[in-house]
C-alpha cells in the first residue's frame, strides 16, 4: 500500500494568514488570467516512451529500454524460445559440466609434468592410502588412470593435495577430510564427501557424484567443477551450521540443498534443484543461473547482491527471508526472476529487474522497485508492501495492449 499525502495536508502547511479564494463563482474563475496566491498548478508528469517490440531476450523498461534479462552471456544450447538463456544440466551428458557460454564442456586431462617432491601413488586402494599417509605437510599426491573404491571412505589426516589423471580417468569412492585440514583434489571423480569441523576443501576440474556433508564452519571451493548428487531425498550440499561455498565455473544439481546459516558465492555457475535452496545465511551470486523447485529461502541479514543472475521457482516462492525484515538487505539488479510467487518475506532493493509470470511481490516483505518490469498473466496481481516504486512498468502478458 503506498501511503499518500492528502490534499488538506499539503493545504494546512500554509499560513493561516494566506489570502483565501476569490468570492466568485468556480464557473467564472479564469486560473490562467487570474493570479490565486494559495494555487499552484500541478506539473505535467513525465511520461516516457516504452519500446514497442524488443529484440529476443530483452525486455521493455521505462527508463532504460529494451534490456537483456539475467544471464547476458550464453550458448545456444540454452536459450529459451524468447531467447533468455536458462541453462539446463540435463543438456549435457555425465561426465561434462555446463558452461552458460561454451555449452557442455568436457574434463580436461591432467597434462602437468611431475614434479621431484610428487608423490606418484600405487594404482591400488592400500597403494593410494600409503601414499596419503606417508607424504608430508603440503605435498602434492599424483594418481593415474585407475577406478579405486575401498570398504570405506578414503581418509585425508593431512592437509595435501591429491591429483588425478583426468575426471574421466581417475575415479575415486567415498572421501573424508579430518578436522583443521586445507585440502585441494583436482582431475578426479569422486562420490560422497565429508569435511570436519575448520576443514576446507577446494575441487578444481572435479566431478563429485554424490553428497557433500559439513560438520560446521567449513569452506568448500569449487572452481570447473560439476556436483552432482544421486537422484532422491538427500541434499546434494548438507551444512548443518556456518560455513560458506565458493562456486565459480560451477554446477551443482540435486534434491535439495542444506546450507544452515552458511554463505554462499556463486560466479558463472548453475544450481539446479529439484526442491529448494534452504537457509543460507547471506547470498553473492552474479552471471549465474538458479533453477529450484521452491526457491531460495534464506536465513540471516547479512548484506548480498544478486546480479544478472535468473532465479527460477517452479513452485512456491523465488526468493524467502527468514529474518526480521529490517535486518536484511539484498540488492538484485539486472534478473529475470520467474515463478509463481515472488519474493514473499523479503527485503530487496529491485533495480532493473523483470519479473515474468509473478502473482506477488513483496508480499509481507520490503521491497524497493526501481525501473523493474512486471510481466502477469491475467487474473494475477503485484501485492504486499512496497515502499518505494519508481519507473514500474507493469504489462498483462496474455492481454495484448493491457497495461
Same mark, same amino acid.
Given at each position: 500500500?503506498?501511503? !499518500?499525502?492528502?490534499?488538506?495536508?499539503?493545504?494546512?502547511?500554509?499560513?493561516?494568514?494566506?489570502?483565501?479564494? =476569490?468570492? #466568485?463563482?468556480?464557473?467564472?474563475?479564469?486560473?490562467?488570467?487570474?493570479?490565486?496566491?494559495?494555487?499552484?498548478?500541478?506539473?505535467?508528469?513525465?511520461?516516457?516512451?516504452?519500446?514497442?517490440?524488443?529484440?529476443?531476450?530483452? /525486455? +521493455?523498461?521505462?527508463?532504460?529500454?529494451?534490456?537483456?534479462?539475467?544471464?547476458?552471456?550464453?550458448?545456444?544450447?540454452?536459450?529459451?524460445?524468447?531467447?533468455?538463456?536458462? =541453462?539446463?544440466?540435463? $543438456?549435457?551428458?555425465?561426465?561434462?559440466?555446463?558452461?552458460?557460454?561454451?555449452?557442455?564442456?568436457?574434463? +580436461?586431462?591432467?597434462?602437468?609434468?611431475? $614434479?621431484?617432491?610428487?608423490? %606418484?601413488?600405487?594404482?591400488?586402494?592400500?597403494?593410494?592410502?600409503?601414499?596419503?599417509?606417508?607424504?608430508?605437510?603440503?605435498?602434492?599426491?599424483?594418481?593415474?588412470?585407475?577406478?579405486?573404491?575401498?570398504?570405506? +571412505?578414503?581418509?585425508?589426516?593431512?592437509?595435501?593435495?591429491?591429483?588425478?589423471?583426468?575426471?574421466?580417468?581417475?575415479?575415486?569412492?567415498?572421501?573424508?577430510?579430518?578436522?583443521?585440514?586445507?585440502?585441494?583434489?583436482?582431475?578426479?571423480?569422486?562420490?560422497?564427501?565429508?569435511?570436519?569441523?575448520?576443514?576446507?576443501?577446494? !575441487?578444481?576440474?572435479?566431478?563429485?557424484?554424490?553428497?557433500?556433508?559439513? %560438520?560446521?564452519?567449513?569452506?568448500?571451493?569449487?572452481?570447473?567443477?560439476?556436483?552432482?548428487?544421486?537422484?532422491? $531425498?538427500?541434499?546434494?550440499?548438507?551444512?548443518?551450521?556456518?560455513?560458506? #561455498?565458493?562456486?565459480?565455473?560451477?554446477?551443482?544439481?540435486?534434491?535439495?540443498?542444506?546450507?544452515?546459516?552458511?554463505? !554462499?558465492?556463486?560466479?558463472?555457475?548453475?544450481?539446479?534443484?529439484?526442491?529448494?535452496?534452504?537457509?543460507?545465511?547471506? %547470498?553473492?551470486?552474479?552471471?549465474?543461473?538458479?533453477?529450484?523447485?521452491?526457491?531460495?529461502?534464506?536465513?540471516?541479514?547479512?548484506?548480498?547482491? #544478486?546480479?544478472?543472475?535468473? !532465479?527460477?521457482?517452479?513452485?512456491?516462492?523465488? /526468493?524467502?527471508?527468514?529474518?526480521?525484515?529490517? $535486518?536484511?538487505?539484498?540488492?538484485?539488479?539486472?534478473?529475470?526472476?520467474?515463478?509463481?510467487?515472488?519474493?514473499?518475506?523479503?527485503? /530487496?532493493?529491485?533495480?532493473?529487474?523483470? /519479473?515474468?509470470?509473478?502473482?506477488?511481490?513483496?508480499?509481507?516483505?520490503?521491497?524497493?522497485?526501481?525501473?523493474?518490469?512486471?510481466?502477469?498473466?491475467?487474473?494475477?496481481?503485484?501485492?504486499?508492501?512496497?515502499?518505494?516504486?519508481?519507473?514500474?512498468?507493469? %504489462?498483462?502478458?496474455?492481454?495484448?495492449?493491457?497495461?
Amino acid at each position: 500500500r503506498l501511503a !499518500l499525502p492528502h490534499a488538506s495536508d499539503e493545504l494546512s502547511a500554509h499560513p493561516t494568514d494566506a489570502p483565501g479564494p =476569490p468570492d #466568485v463563482a468556480s464557473a467564472d474563475l479564469d486560473l490562467a488570467d487570474t493570479p490565486v496566491p494559495w494555487y499552484s498548478p500541478l506539473e505535467s508528469p513525465w511520461v516516457p516512451s516504452v519500446p514497442a517490440a524488443c529484440s529476443a531476450g530483452e /525486455f +521493455p523498461h521505462l527508463r532504460s529500454g529494451c534490456r537483456p534479462a539475467g544471464l547476458r552471456t550464453c550458448a545456444d544450447l540454452f536459450r529459451e524460445a524468447d531467447g533468455v538463456c536458462l =541453462p539446463r544440466l540435463a $543438456e549435457c551428458p555425465p561426465d561434462t559440466r555446463a558452461d552458460t557460454l561454451a555449452g557442455c564442456v568436457t574434463f +580436461p586431462d591432467d597434462d602437468a609434468p611431475l $614434479e621431484p617432491t610428487d608423490v %606418484v601413488a600405487e594404482l591400488t586402494v592400500a597403494g593410494l592410502e600409503a601414499a596419503l599417509s606417508a607424504t608430508t605437510v603440503g605435498a602434492r599426491v599424483r594418481v593415474g588412470a585407475a577406478s579405486l573404491t575401498g570398504p570405506g +571412505p578414503l581418509p585425508i589426516a593431512r592437509s595435501l593435495t591429491l591429483r588425478g589423471a583426468g575426471a574421466t580417468q581417475t575415479r575415486l569412492g567415498p572421501v573424508s577430510v579430518a578436522n583443521g585440514l586445507a585440502v585441494v583434489l583436482e582431475h578426479v571423480t569422486l562420490s560422497d564427501v565429508s569435511l570436519d569441523a575448520g576443514s576446507s576443501l577446494t !575441487l578444481n576440474d572435479v566431478q563429485v557424484t554424490g553428497t557433500i556433508r559439513f %560438520v560446521e564452519q567449513t569452506a568448500l571451493r569449487a572452481s570447473r567443477s560439476r556436483i552432482a548428487a544421486r537422484a532422491g $531425498e538427500e541434499p546434494v550440499v548438507a551444512a548443518p551450521f556456518g560455513g560458506f #561455498v565458493e562456486l565459480y565455473d560451477s554446477t551443482v544439481s540435486g534434491a535439495r540443498w542444506e546450507h544452515n546459516r552458511g554463505r !554462499l558465492l556463486a560466479a558463472r555457475s548453475i544450481i539446479e534443484l529439484d526442491g529448494d535452496l534452504n537457509q543460507p545465511g547471506s %547470498v553473492d551470486i552474479a552471471d549465474s543461473a538458479v533453477l529450484t523447485g521452491s526457491g531460495i529461502r534464506q536465513w540471516g541479514s547479512g548484506a548480498g547482491r #544478486v546480479l544478472r543472475s535468473a !532465479l527460477v521457482a517452479t513452485s512456491g516462492a523465488v /526468493f524467502t527471508t527468514v529474518v526480521e525484515l529490517q $535486518e536484511a538487505s539484498v540488492a538484485v539488479e539486472d534478473c529475470l526472476i520467474r515463478g509463481p510467487s515472488g519474493l514473499v518475506d523479503a527485503a /530487496f532493493v529491485s533495480r532493473r529487474n523483470v /519479473f515474468d509470470g509473478i502473482t506477488e511481490v513483496g508480499l509481507r516483505g520490503r521491497v524497493t522497485s526501481s525501473d523493474d518490469t512486471f510481466r502477469v498473466t491475467s487474473g494475477t496481481a503485484v501485492v504486499g508492501y512496497l515502499p518505494l516504486i519508481s519507473d514500474l512498468y507493469l %504489462v498483462h502478458a496474455d492481454v495484448p495492449n493491457e497495461t
